[in-house]
Nanobody
Framework: VKLVESGGGLVQPGGSLRLSCAAS????????MSWYRQAPGKERAFIAT????????NYADSVKGRFTISRDNAKNTVYLQMSNLKPEDTAVYYC?????????WGQGTQVTVSS
């Protein structure tokens, strides 16, 4: 299993970013995918999850209404569209999958929200 996140960067408060996670090494369309984040000095925390077919999603309360998770099974990629970003969204963002044998993580992508 390989997960590679991209799309992070520096953005001003109120701005937007779209993160991508390219997956390989497993049958992507068979598994739900999730995003987590880890802020400095804090534990890694759940952000959003999407079902294998993309029809069901769930979000942490802290991002509900601002973030949207989606996936393209033809491209083996999951996305996280982030809008109305706040300084407290600053973190390393990770995509993850549990294939039934183990949970795998990407290397993460840094998102910094600052003026």
């Amino acid at each position: 299993v390989k997960l590679v996140e991209s799309g992070g960067g520096l953005v001003q408060p109120g701005g937007s970013l779209r993160l991508s996670c390219a997956a390989s090494g497993f049958t992507f369309s068979n598994y739900p995918m999730s995003w987590y984040r880890q802020a400095p000095g804090k534990e890694r925390a759940f952000i959003a999850t999407i079902g294998s077919a993309g029809g069901s999603t769930n979000y942490a309360d802290s991002v509900k209404g601002r973030f949207t998770i989606s996936r393209d099974n033809a491209k083996n990629t999951v996305y996280l569209q982030m809008s109305n970003l706040k300084p407290e969204d600053t973190a390393v963002y990770y995509c993850t999958v549990h294939t039934g044998l183990s949970r795998s993580w990407g290397q993460g992508t840094q998102v910094t929200v600052s003026s």
